[in-house]
């Protein structure tokens, strides 16, 4: 079998950010970077399958600029077989259309029976790629997965729902699944992983050329929120005070 794993570098969640002076995008100067959490969690999956599965290939995907090396080289090291890293340079595509078509354009002459992403990024957020990706390819696709099993040709997932339910699907491969954190434990790179991993194949393609569409959505700026404190007195007659608070509460501050 195999299986292609999407993986995302993004800022530390520890990260202290600060916006880029033209409002584009965050300052990158001096931020950590590491991979994104639930790709993580997908990336394990894929290699307890092919430890079950037998005769498998784990090949790992990644978009972004040359830092994004470390966390190519990182999921390597944990044991995957090879890497395709599609390089991009500032300013970075936001529209989850345009990310998933050059996926698609990269790895459709794969055949990849098994996409896994994590279900979504830890800075955009949006959720869709994989997704999108799957609909693409012409793959089956499923979210929120928190448990797989390989039967008889399909993969059986388990997909969690609301209120603390779940819903176990039996879909046709190839598919696409985008993996929730938490539903396995990632293992560390081990030093025989790690100097094995700078023998192991990345090959490099370009966003430009692999995204033959234009973007459908994109961001307009972004600016960081502001606490501030204000004190207004309310002056008059008790009954116009009690008013005043009333109004406050209940068209301000929206306390019903």
Not at 140 to 153: F, R, S
Not at 167 to 188: E, F, H, K, V
Request: hydrophobic share 40%.
């Amino acid at each position: 079998m195999k299986i292609c794993v999407l993986v995302k570098q993004v800022p530390g969640s520890d990260a202290q950010f600060s916006v880029s002076p033209d409002g584009s995008w965050i300052q990158e100067t001096g931020l950590p970077f590491e991979m994104n959490e639930s790709d993580n969690y997908a990336l394990e999956e894929a290699l307890q399958i092919r430890e079950q599965m037998g005769d498998s290939e784990v090949v790992i995907v990644s978009l972004g600029p040359d830092r994004c090396q470390k966390v190519i080289r990182e999921a390597l090291a944990k044991g995957a077989d090879r890497a395709i890293h599609i390089k991009e340079d500032s300013p970075y595509e936001t529209d989850p259309y345009s990310i998933a078509t050059s996926l698609a354009n990269t790895i459709k002459d794969e055949k990849f029976e098994l996409v896994l992403s994590g279900l979504q990024s830890d800075d955009l957020g949006f959720g869709q790629t994989g997704v999108i990706l799957g609909e693409i390819l012409g793959m089956t696709t499923a979210t929120l997965v928190v448990g797989t099993e390989i039967q008889d040709g399909k993969i059986k997932v388990k997909r969690e729902l609301e209120s603390g339910w779940f819903q176990w699907q039996t879909m046709d491969l190839p598919a696409s699944l985008a993996i929730q954190s938490g539903l396995n434990q990632p293992r560390y790179p081990s030093l025989k992983g790690i100097m094995g991993a700078k023998k192991k194949e990345i090959k490099e393609s370009s966003f430009a050329e692999m995204c033959d569409i234009d973007g459908l959505q994109a961001f307009n700026g972004l600016s960081v929120q502001r606490a501030e404190k204000q004190t207004e007195m309310i002056e008059g007659t008790v009954d116009q005070v009690v008013n005043k608070l009333v109004d406050v509460f209940k068209n301000e501050i929206r306390i019903n």
